[in-house]
C-alpha cells in the first residue's frame, strides 16, 4: 500500500503539469479558431459596397482599421467600436438639433 501511495504522490504533479500544458494548448486552439472566424468576417464586409457599409455604420477606413490589428487580437472589436462611436455622436447630434 505504501509503495501505491508514494508513486501516486510522485506522478501526481507530472499529471497536473500535462493537464496544465493541455489546458493552454486547447485554449490556444479556441482563440485561433476565433481569430480564423473573425477574419473571414471582415472579409465579408470587404466585399458589401460603401452604401451597405454606411447602413450599419462602418466605412471602407474602419475595415482597412481592423484588418491592420495583429492576428491575435479581435479585429472586429475595431468595427464595433466605430459603430458605437458614430451611433453615439449621431445621438447627441440629434439631441442639440431639436
Known sequence: MLYGETRAALVAPVGSALALV???MSNAAVKAARAIEHRRALRQLGQLDDHMLRDIGLTRG????AASEPLWRDSTHVL???TVERRAA???RARERG
Open 22 to 24: 493541455l489546458l493552454k
Open 62 to 65: 474602419d475595415l482597412l482599421d
Open 80 to 82: 464595433v467600436t466605430r
Open 90 to 92: 449621431a445621438r447627441l
